[in-house]
């Protein structure tokens, strides 16, 4: 099955009106393949959600950087999946790994958190914090970027593998549809620090991410789930990263915010 090369800017939380306006226009005046060809979809701070969105061009599309678990509420800060889809922002990203390192966001919830959200949902009694929020964004229609990835004591221990698969069992345990769900594999030591995995090394861990697919979800899933590569791609190395068979395209940091983010667009078409 041939996937649809897919790539995301993650623009994290960086930029003013100006700057926001100023990377959209050089998104905007960019010659990239047709949209048949590669899926765009950028990803600014929520309070410049509606704006990118209101100027972008209609061929690439926005993303929100997470939304909440449940429906609103007394939950200060959160943005809903309801609030989202109000706004007609089709995509967001989950279990990034920002999230899951310096805000306690894992496969399993915080047991004290656990019981404070029991008090308000008494049906939340299940632990997997970041599938239950893929699970509950797909049911009110959003498409997922979902996140996986080892940190470097992980990579080194050689247990990549089973962090990635554990990762991704828990999303599986709680979605069956996996049409509107792209696997962005992000190796925490590569992000954000200039270190990239080779395109050997992120092809391996592609590769058998997909193996898992097949094995444990089976092979319709294994072959037409597009999944990404996220850590450190820039205009230099993307275009090797994306010869790989099992590269499906990207998730971009830094350069997304840099014209350099057309070059990494581009890297679908042939050298």
């Not at 800017?9 to 949209?35: D, H, Q």
């Not at 590669?38 to 600014?44: L, R």
């Not at 209101?54 to 061929?59: A, G, V």
């Not at 399993?108 to 893929?134: G, N, T, W």
Request: glycine share 8%; net charge negative.
């Amino acid at each position: 099955m041939v996937r649809k090369f897919f790539v995301g800017g993650n623009w994290k939380c960086n930029g003013t009106v100006e700057e926001v306006k100023k990377i959209v226009t050089f998104l905007n005046e960019a010659e990239v393949p047709t949209e048949d060809v590669v899926e765009v979809v950028v990803s600014p701070p929520f309070v410049f959600l509606t704006l990118v969105k209101s100027l972008l061009r209609p061929d690439f599309q926005v993303a929100a950087q997470n939304c909440w678990v449940r429906r609103g509420g007394a939950f200060t800060g959160e943005i809903s999946a309801e609030m989202l889809v109000n706004l007609r922002i089709p995509w967001v990203i989950l279990g990034h790994s920002e999230r899951r390192l310096l805000l306690n966001e894992s496969n399993e919830v915080r047991r004290e958190a656990l019981q404070k959200l029991d008090l308000l949902f008494p049906i939340y009694s299940i632990m997997e914090f970041v599938a239950d929020k893929v699970a509950y964004a797909l049911s009110r229609g959003l498409k997922i970027i979902a996140c996986v990835g080892e940190t470097l004591e992980q990579r080194e221990s050689g247990s990549t593998m089973a962090v990635v698969a554990a990762q991704t069992q828990s999303i599986a345990d709680k979605v069956r549809n996996w049409d509107n769900i792209v696997l962005a594999y992000e190796p925490v030591w590569a992000i954000g620090t200039g270190k990239v995995a080779t395109p050997a090394q992120a092809q391996e861990v592609h590769s058998e991410l997909r193996k898992w697919l097949r094995d444990n979800v089976g092979v319709e899933v294994a072959s037409s789930t597009r999944i990404i590569y996220g850590g450190s791609v820039n205009g230099t190395n993307c275009r090797e990263l994306a010869k790989q068979p099992d590269i499906d395209g990207f998730l971009v940091g830094g350069a997304s915010l840099k014209p350099e983010f057309i070059d990494i667009i581009n890297s679908v078409w042939p050298n």
